[in-house]
């Protein structure tokens, strides 16, 4: 089923004041990727930077954690487990020995609400390990589980390995018919342990529309297109105060209180999101959803745009501002600015330099990129990366047009085959420049590249990254061109 569509006007929600927070967005310089307001149970107003899409997967980062949640609900609505279920009694193989108290005490509860007793992050400690469940359980639990508030992602690993023991199947597989299909979201991909147990606290991709029918089933109480997904109860409890997150936060609205895997807000809102940016924000009083997926340098700038949501969305409702020729002219000005503003720009030199068939071998580097060789005709250019391992592969390029293409990249876990868009330019007669869009992702990679005669400069640059490397190297033209 489609999201239903409507105009602005038609719910109390002005064009003024959507060209406003558009207006914002840009000033305060927020790499937003896509953007689908619903007011009233219709989309109101949506947009995607150029060459993102709204119907195009995207990584969810900690977004993963609420979907993880709603299959608890689901599984739990079914009977297939409970909310005081003790976590040990899942895994009897593969516990420590002893079992400390506070790891007998823990329970499913405890994993949703994020209190599970450890003190510390645990992230690391787990993820070096091959088996990431008995990695969790051999750890202290120096907290009585209930009484200190930890943010984990690995806490959420466990409720996925939980409902892949009690279902018998893989999460995807498990919400296919109770959740996916139902809400009319295609088949996802989600990264999971080295064992191939679904990640749960991260590594799910769903496109923006996909992300938002999640929203509107949420703000519905669990209903959607008529058909009851998830139960009241559950919601009631997902999205009320389980933990106190407030000692130490620095961001209002990621101290107003955690449900079970779910952030609460101010206004009686509440979100879930993910690394960069990513979101799905209900508001139940307002009657609002929004989806959005971005590129935020840092988690301080999703702060900004609920700020921004707050001011621009909620404080406009009740004003009526004419509708007026000029208002809708606005409105759809901002928007084209909105859906174009993050293409880079390309040019075709009058006289490119000639790189056809030139292969340079590069220096030591982080990304173990061997070899890059390129090949030139007219406008067109293709290049080689090579690793001399998987990553190796061919990438076009276009000096008058975006190009679509099919790439390896990191995702959350992995390296994984992913939709890229490339574009091209000499920024001067020897310097070239290469932008890939990994769309499915937050990252944007800049590759500049300086010719000098038998030599390069090669720079890698990432716009956002948790663990990626930039660097600059130089490389030595080889000169057995085949």
Sequence with gaps: MDLPTDYPENHGLSSQALTHLYAAIEKQSLAVNTFILIQDGSVTSKFARSPYRLDCPQL??????????????????????????????????????????????????????????????????????????????SLEVEHEPGTHYRYSTHSTYLLAAILETVTGQNVIDFLMPTLFDPLGIPRPTWETCPRGVTAGGMGLSLSTESIAKIGLMLLDQGVYAGKRILSEQYIRLATSE????????????????????IHLCRRGCYRGDGGFGQLCFVAPEQKLVIAATSSFQSMNQLQTLLDLIYKHIFDRLDKSDSLTPENRIALQYQLSKMNNSARP?????????????????????????????????????TVHFIYGDSRDQLLPFDFTSPLHATSVFNKDLSICSQEVVTYASWQSHDTLQLTLFYIETPYVVTYTIVFQGGAIDFQFDINVSLNISEYCVTGVLLHDQT
């Design 60 to 137: 969810l980062f900690s977004l993963s954690k609420s979907i993880t949640s709603l299959a608890v609900g689901i599984a739990w609505d079914h009977s297939l487990l409970s909310l005081e279920d003790k976590v040990i009694s899942f895994f009897p193989e593969r516990l420590p020995d002893p079992i400390s108290p506070n790891l007998s005490k823990m329970t499913i509860h405890h994993l949703l609400s994020m209190n599970a007793g450890h003190h510390e992050d645990i992230y690391a400690a787990v993820a070096q390990e091959e088996d990431w469940v008995s990695a969790f359980l």
């Design 242 to 261: 389980q933990s106190d997150n407030r000692l130490g936060a620095t961001r209002i609205d990621s101290a107003q209180g955690y449900g079970y895997q």
């Design 345 to 381: 720009s390309q040019s075709v030199p009058s006289k490119m330099p000639d790189i056809h068939q030139h292969r340079y071998a590069l220096q030591p580097n982080p990304s173990g990129l061997r070899t890059v060789a390129f090949t030139q005709q007219d406008t067109t250019l």
